[in-house]
Every structure is written in structure tokens, then in C-alpha cells.
């Protein structure tokens, strides 16, 4: 059981879609981060329509904290072409219910404490947090895909994306979110990487069920596929290796600490860094590539084979 706060971006579609495959995903948040939020909030919204899987999505915050939004289009697709999610049809009305204020319903009622994972930048999650102290206790555990502790950043030399998007609202959660927080970072999901043609292959089970969905997959992961390192070495999917460690934690090492994301400054905004050995967090150092790989290929395989709700099985 959990709930996605995301801002797709075509991993984070892989991420939902290995969720969809995997559990039951009691809502999903979007936020502005690789798009601006109407965009990455119509793409999770379209695909879940699209697979037929009866998960609420809300639309959350336009901007970071205190930053203006900066976007990345050019990894994920231009603005406009909605990574070819645009072929999908529309899905439903946007709910009048804000992110936050829906995160903070879902934790306050459930019977059980259940997982947040977030795959973008964490305003949504620390408004949240920040916000409704009861029923953030309510969260199990925080999984995030952010920073790059051993290594460069993909937007700065030092930081990646998520982190610098929203730097106030990262340092934020992991000084002050009171959960256990799992961080995995650039430095760790960029050693798993799909080849073009693997990534064909997910977009390939979807099209023998739901043509429409398959073919707006394919379009999107041969994009972002072809912006790759080259076809031997392959992509990164880094947000559904977060979902990965929410698995099976043990397929990851973990350093435990007290760790900072700065604020600002030319060359050091969205920069995790380590203040302290003993902490509250911990941020992933190592993982098991062969293991995170073939489970995320088989939850991506187990979407495409979901029947939808009142479809026969
Ligand atoms: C992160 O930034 C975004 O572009 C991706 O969706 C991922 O969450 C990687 O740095
Ligand atoms: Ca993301």
C-alpha cells in the first residue's frame, strides 16, 4: 500500500507503472518538476485512465517553495507534445481537492500507517509534512529519489534535478520530516540502465492489450531513450529504482546521517551533502543492478497484463 507523489516525466511513468504492478497505490499527487504541473499531472492522470486503474490523482503545488520553477523538457520531451501522452484521450475532471490537503486526508484515515514515495521535487511532500504533523506520522516511511551524494549532479555540477528544483523544500524534509526517509540518489540510480530496445519491450506488452497506451509508451520511451549515452550503455530510469529500494531495501546499501541540501548559490543550489554521521536518514551508496533491474521489468510486465476495473480477467 502506498501513495506516489510524482511529477512525470517519463521515469516517473515507469515508476507508476511498476507501482500499478506491484501494489495497491492509494492515490497519486503531482507536483511541477520536469513539466509544468498541468502537464505532469495530465500524464499521470492519462496513463492510469488508460490502464483502466481506478487511482485518484491530485493536482498539487505550480512551484517550489521559494524558487521559480525550472523544468526539463528536453530529457522528458518537449512542452506541448506531453511525451506523447497526448494521444491518449482526456481523463476525468481534476478534483477540486488540492494535493496536499488530500495526502493529508488519506494519512489521517487510514486504519494503518502506509508508504509515501516521491519521484520529484518535494514541495508537495513537505507543505505536507510541515503542515498536518498528526497524520504525517501517520506515513510509515518516506522513499525519495533525489541528490547525488558520491558524485556530479545532472542539472549542476553538484546537484541533480529534483533536489535543485526545490532545494528549500528537500533540506526541509530531511532535517525535519517526522518519518524514517530513504534517499535514492543520481549517483546510485544511474548505474541501472535499459537499452532502447528494453524499454520497447514494455511499450511492446502494453500495445498487445491497449493499443493507444502502447503506442503513446512507445513514443515517449524512444524519446527519452534516444537521448541516452549511446545504445550499449542505455538509459536511466531513476525514479523507478526509488520504487525498487520501497521493495526490497536490502537489494541497496545505505549511509545513515544527518545530511543538508543547499539552498542556493550559483554553483552549490540542490546540493546534498552530509553534515553529521549519526541521523534520522538514510541515503543509498550501492545497489544490486541485476536484482533492481529484473524486478522492475517484471512490475512493469505486470501493469501491461492488469485488467482494468470491469474489464473480464
Ligand atoms: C530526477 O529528475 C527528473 O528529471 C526525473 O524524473 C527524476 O525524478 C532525476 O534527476
Ligand atoms: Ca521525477
Known amino acids: 500500500m502506498v ?7 517519463v521515469d516517473d511513468i515507469a515508476a507508476l507503472l511498476a507501482l500499478v504492478g506491484t501494489t495497491e497505490l492509494v492515490g497519486v499527487s503531482t507536483v511541477a518538476g520536469n ?15 488508460a490502464l483502466g486503474v481506478p487511482v485518484p490523482v491530485y493536482a498539487g503545488s505550480e512551484r517550489p517553495l521559494h ?6 523538457g528536453t530529457v522528458h520531451g518537449p512542452a506541448g ?17 488540492h494535493a496536499v490537503d488530500a495526502l493529508r486526508e488519506a494519512f489521517a484515515r487510514a486504519a494503518e500507517p502506509f508508504d509515501l514515495i516521491a519521484t520529484g ?37 553538484l546537484a541533480e534535478f529534483n533536489f535543485y528544483v526545490d532545494p528549500h523544500a528537500a533540506d526541509w524534509v530531511l532535517r525535519e520530516a517526522p518519518v524514517p526517509v530513504y534517499v535514492v540518489g543520481l549517483d546510485v540510480t544511474e548505474r541501472v540502465r535499459w537499452t532502447a530496445a528494453e524499454l520497447e519491450r514494455w511499450a511492446d506488452a502494453f500495445a498487445a492489450v491497449r493499443p493507444a497506451l502502447g503506442a503513446a509508451l512507445a513514443a515517449m ?6 537521448r541516452g549515452d549511446g545504445p550499449e550503455r542505455g538509459v536511466a530510469v531513476h525514479d523507478a529504482v526509488a520504487v525498487a529500494a520501497w521493495h526490497r531495501p536490502t537489494w541497496f546499501a545505505w549511509r545513515r546521517g544527518r545530511f543538508r541540501v543547499e539552498p542556493g548559490g550559483r554553483d552549490t543550489r540542490g546540493w ?6 549519526d541521523g534520522p536518514v538514510a541515503v543509498a551508496t550501492d545497489v544490486d543492478v541485476t536484482a533492481v533491474k ?12 492488469r485488467r482494468g476495473a470491469g474489464e473480464e480477467q
Do not use: C, K
Not at 501513495?3 to 516525466?9: E, I, T
Open 272 to 277: 546534498l551533502w552530509q553534515e553529521r554521521d
Open 294 to 305: 529484473a524486478w522492475v521489468d517484471a512490475a512493469v510486465l505486470r501493469a501491461a497484463a
Open 35 to 49: 513539466h509544468a504541473l498541468a502537464d505532469t499531472d495530465a500524464h499521470a492522470r492519462r496513463v492510469l485512465a
Open 67 to 72: 524558487w521559480p520553477l525550472e523544468t526539463a
Open 81 to 97: 507534445r506531453l511525451l506523447g501522452l497526448d494521444r491518449l484521450p482526456p481523463a476525468g475532471p481534476v478534483p477540486s481537492v
Open 3 to 9: 501513495w506516489a507523489d510524482m511529477d512525470p516525466g
Open 121 to 157: 521535487p518535494l514541495t508537495n511532500v513537505a507543505r505536507f509534512l510541515a503542515g498536518s504533523p498528526a497524520a504525517a506520522r501517520r506515513v510509515r516511511a518516506l522513499w525519495v529519489m533525489g541528490g547525488s551524494l558520491a558524485r556530479g549532479g545532472n542539472i549542476s555540477p
Open 221 to 226: 520511451f524512444g524519446y527519452y531513450a534516444g
